[in-house]
């Protein structure tokens, strides 16, 4: 199957005989329908088919003219509705699920050839590495860790007279027909089978994502909460090959738990008194083969002046950055003490409950050396988060921003008058309140974040904080109700 993309993207030559030579590969695979996928400003991943027999030059050149843009929030205006998918042939990858299908990501762009859609997230990302290259770098390197909850069960309503939600895990309530091991709360890490009841699930989505989509997984396992959390780590790559990815992954993970009866979420916190979901990501910048993050001479992490520089950009931007890293109403309740979750705004090697640290698993390892930045979770547009992420890195690079000295003790156990001391402050505690972080710190974004962009992001996001707040909860009649 990859010996095969690779002479399918090889063998595509000038712009007159790729449509051919794309119609010949489409043959030799037996595809008949063509997905593409692109992700709109929330994060959520859209796909339109189309059959191969319209694959043609003005396709080849221009792309698939199947985009009413005003029907995406944060795209366009109904008088701009027009738009165009052109595929990123790399990503040609068959989908198993479906008979003679392939998916292909696309780029977004404007009718009538007028250019790239400038609200486009996946633009976003490759704005950012262009600007990375131009301050003098050749790449950065991305690894994010997605964690996720897998469900035998899953039901919600969300009405004016009726809301609730229920889901159901073996793990956590067995039932003596299926399981007999339960696992109690946040003791649900790295546990053998048979308590760890979804290894059969965890193998099957990594042998698709390595199989169908060339992903090179390096580990797999069973995370801290008890009730089905999961998590799959893939190998780093670039910063819009990365988001591709999480993107992919996502989207397997999903349909493989449909098809064995279960049901996934990204959901940063299903669950009341257990751990979240975060994507601690990993995130290096490197000049040819240079990691300019290593310093074999620092005693303290082998981290250089231009590594905590660009955790200096991190720390300072930190409350902005958690409008996209952490995107949703249901993040802050993933971001509170006392779920391992980075509340604090601070950085460390080893330190698990500061928000940035610098890995120290091995000594004199060059190409190992980067930076965990721990609040964003999987809910995010990987696309706008990776890219904010990058441009406060190289912000604090840019303008020297020391991160101040390392906190090498459990931050959550500090009195509110030791962390002031130490200067260390907190993360938003709202998604509103991240929102009103953005908005007074954006200015480290432009240039890669269009003002149209930000404007869309801020009011959809807004909305969903209003909406949120609208609606009783089902703990608010138990601790009102009789008031």
């Known amino acids: 199957m990859l010996k095969c993309i690779d002479v399918f993207l090889r063998d595509m030559h000038t712009p007159s005989t790729q449509a051919e030579e794309i119609r010949k590969r489409f043959e030799q695979n037996g595809v008949l329908h063509l997905d593409l996928w692109f992700t709109d400003v929330r994060g959520s991943l859209k796909h339109a088919t189309m059959e191969t027999t319209e694959v043609d030059e003005i396709f080849v050149t221009q792309g698939a003219a199947k985009l009413d843009g005003s029907s995406i929030p944060g795209f366009t205006e109904i008088y701009e509705s027009d738009l165009v ?149 893939f190998r780093f790559g670039g910063l819009t090959e990365t988001a591709d990815r999480l993107q992919t992954l996502k989207y397997v993970v999903k349909n493989v738990a449909v098809n064995m009866g279960y049901v996934a979420t990204f959901m940063p916190k299903p669950i009341y008194g257990d751990n979240g979901s975060g994507m601690h990501t990993h995130q290096s910048v490197w000049r040819n083969s240079e990691n300019l993050f290593y310093d074999a001479n620092d005693e303290y992490a082998e981290l250089s002046q231009f590594g905590r520089y660009y955790i200096g950009g991190l720390l300072e931007h930190s409350r902005a950055l958690a409008a996209f890293v952490a995107p949703t109403t249901n993040s802050y309740k993933r971001l509170v003490p006392g779920y391992e979750a980075p509340v604090y705004i601070a950085w460390s090697k080893r330190n698990r409950s500061a928000a940035a640290r610098v890995p120290v698993y091995h000594k004199g390892v060059p190409a190992a050396k980067r930076v965990e930045y721990r609040p964003p979770d999987p809910s995010c547009n990987p696309y706008l988060a990776f890219a904010a992420m990058l441009m406060a890195g190289l912000d604090g690079v840019k303008k020297k921003i020391e991160p101040g000295d390392p906190v090498d003790e459990n931050i959550y156990h500090l009195s509110p008058i030791k962390r002031e001391e130490l200067g260390i402050k907190e993360l938003p505690g709202s998604l509103k309140e991240a929102i009103e972080e953005l908005k007074s710190d954006d200015t480290f974004l432009k240039g890669v974040f269009p003002k149209s962009l930000l404007d869309a992001y801020i009011e959809l996001k807004t909305q969903e904080w209003k909406e949120e707040s609208l609606r009783p909860t089902p703990f608010e009649y138990y601790q009102y109700f009789d008031s």
């Not at 069960?153 to 039932?175: H, I, L, T, W």
């Not at 546990?191 to 989505?205: G, I, K, N, Q, W």
Request: charged content about 30%.
């Open 85 to 233: 998918l052109k595929p990123d042939w790399k990503t040609f990858a068959l989908l198993p699920w479906f008979s003679a299908t392939a998916r292909v990501i696309t780029d977004v762009y404007r009718g009538f050839m007028e250019g790239r859609l400038e609200r486009d997230p996946r633009y976003v990302a490759q704005k950012a590495e262009e600007t990375l290259v131009n301050e003098g770098y050749t790449h950065s390197y991305w690894g994010p860790e997605p964690e996720f909850f897998v469900f035998d069960e899953a039901n919600y309503k969300s009405e004016a007279y009726e809301a609730y939600f229920k889901v159901s895990s073996k793990e956590a309530n067995p039932r003596s027909d299926t399981q007999k091991y339960v696992l109690k709360t946040k003791s649900g890490y790295y546990p053998a089978t048979p308590a760890d009841s979804l290894m059969t699930f965890r193998t099957t989505v990594v042998e698709i994502l390595e199989k169908n989509f060339g992903f090179r997984v390096e580990a797999h396992h069973h995370e801290v909460a008890a009730a089905g959390q999961c998590e799959v780590d």
